[in-house]
C-alpha cells in the first residue's frame, strides 16, 4: 500500500479527551492513536460518543477535557483541516444541484480537488452526470458523497455510519470503492459503523468506545490472536476448570455447555476446546461486557506529548 510518506505516523492521536453537554458527559477520557494509512472501525453502543469523537477529529466540536491532533496538528488548524474530510450521517448535498454541479463546487471549494478520482467513482455507478442529486436512490447519493469526499483528496477520511441506509448489496459495492480508494491513495479511514459484518469486511484497525472510554484498539489481526474461545461442559467429571488466570471477556451457559471468549495469560488448562473467535463474537462480547479491562494494542497507545504537541 502507498501511504504517501505517512508510514509510521499518527493520523489521529488524542489523549484524555473528553466532552461534555449540559445534560451530561457525551465522551470521556477518550486515549488513544490511529496509526496513518489504516482503515479503522469505530464501534460503540448507541450513545456512546461516537459522533462526538468524529466531530472533536473534525473540529466541529471543542473538547471540555484532554486533546486530539490530526497528523500532529491541532483539528481547527489550516493543515488539519485541508488533510482532513468528513462524511456526516446526512451526507447534505444540495437536491437540485445535478451531480456534475456538485462536483463542480467541489473543485471550487478544494485546492487539492482531483477532478478524475471524483468522477470515476460517480461513472462507476452508472450515474449519468445531468442526473439531478433529488432523483437519486440513497445508495446512488451515497456515492456522489463518496466521490466528492475522495475528490478532496484528503489523508484523513472521517465517515459517520456511511452505509446505515443501504441495502446489502451497494453496502459491500461501496465498501470496494471505499477500501479501493484507500488503498490506492494510502488515505486513513475512521469510519463508524453498527454493521459489524461490514467492518470486517473493511476494517484493518479497531477503535471500540464504550462509557468510560475505550474498551479495544488496535490492529485487528492483533485483537484476534489475544483472544480464544473456549467451549468447555458445565458440570460432571472432567468439566472445565476456573480461568482465574485469564481475562474472561464473556462467558455464557446454554444447557451444559459453557462458551467463555478469554484473553489467556499463557496456555489454557484443562478440558476446554479452543478456537480462534471472529472480529463480530469479539466485539459482541466487549459490547455485552462493558466492565472487562480494556485492551490497547502498542500501535494504538497515544504518546501524551504527541496529543497534545
Ligand atoms: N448537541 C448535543 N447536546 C447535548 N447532548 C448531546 C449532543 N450531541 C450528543 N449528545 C449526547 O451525547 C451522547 C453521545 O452522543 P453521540 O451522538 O456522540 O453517540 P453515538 O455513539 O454517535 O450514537 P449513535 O450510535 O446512536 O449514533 C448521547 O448521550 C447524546 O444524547
Not at 87 to 98: H, I, N, S
Not at 158 to 186: I, K
Not at 249 to 255: K, P
Not at 293 to 302: E, H, I
Request: proline letters at 6%; a neutral charge.
Amino acid at each position: 500500500m502507498d501511504n504517501g510518506g505517512t508510514a509510521g505516523t499518527s493520523a489521529i492521536e488524542a489523549y484524555g479527551l473528553g466532552k461534555r453537554y449540559r445534560r451530561g458527559w457525551a465522551l470521556q477520557d477518550c486515549t488513544f492513536r490511529l496509526p496513518a494509512g489504516r482503515i479503522c472501525g469505530l464501534v460503540g453502543p448507541n450513545g456512546s460518543g461516537k459522533t462526538t469523537l468524529m466531530g472533536l477529529v473534525t473540529h466541529l466540536l471543542k473538547p471540555t477535557t484532554g486533546s486530539v491532533r490530526v497528523f500532529g496538528a491541532l483539528p481547527g488548524s489550516e493543515e488539519a483541516r485541508r488533510r482532513t474530510a468528513f462524511l456526516a450521517q446526512e451526507k447534505p448535498l444540495f437536491r437540485r444541484f445535478t451531480v456534475a454541479e456538485t462536483l463542480r463546487l467541489g473543485r471550487e471549494l478544494n485546492p487539492r480537488w482531483e477532478q478524475q478520482t471524483a468522477e470515476d467513482i460517480v461513472r462507476a455507478g452508472d450515474i449519468p452526470l445531468g442526473a439531478r442529486i433529488g432523483a437519486l436512490s440513497g445508495g446512488q447519493r451515497t456515492r456522489v458523497a463518496f466521490a466528492l469526499a475522495f475528490g478532496r483528496r484528503p489523508d484523513l477520511l472521517v465517515l459517520d455510519e456511511p452505509m446505515s441506509d443501504l441495502d446489502p448489496l451497494v453496502r459491500h459495492e461501496l465498501t470496494s470503492v471505499l477500501m479501493a480508494e484507500a488503498a490506492e491513495h494510502g488515505t486513513t479511514v475512521l469510519m463508524s459503523s453498527h454493521h459489524l459484518t461490514d467492518l470486517e469486511n473493511s476494517c484493518d484497525y479497531l477503535l471500540v468506545i464504550a462509557s468510560g472510554g475505550v474498551r479495544l484498539a488496535g490492529e485487528v489481526d492483533e485483537i484476534l490472536t489475544a483472544h480464544t474461545l473456549l467451549t468447555g461442559a458445565r458440570t460432571g467429571r472432567g468439566g472445565p476448570p476456573r480461568l482465574d488466570r485469564h481475562t474472561v471477556v464473556e462467558s455464557r451457559v446454554s444447557g451444559r455447555q459453557v462458551t467463555a471468549l478469554v484473553r489467556p495469560d499463557g496456555p489454557v488448562a484443562g478440558d476446554w476446546q479452543a478456537d480462534s473467535p471472529n472480529l463480530e463474537e469479539v466485539l459482541l462480547a466487549y459490547l455485552r461486557s462493558p466492565g472487562t479491562p480494556p485492551l490497547v494494542s502498542p500501535s494504538a497507545q497515544a504518546d501524551p506529548k504527541a496529543a497534545a504537541a
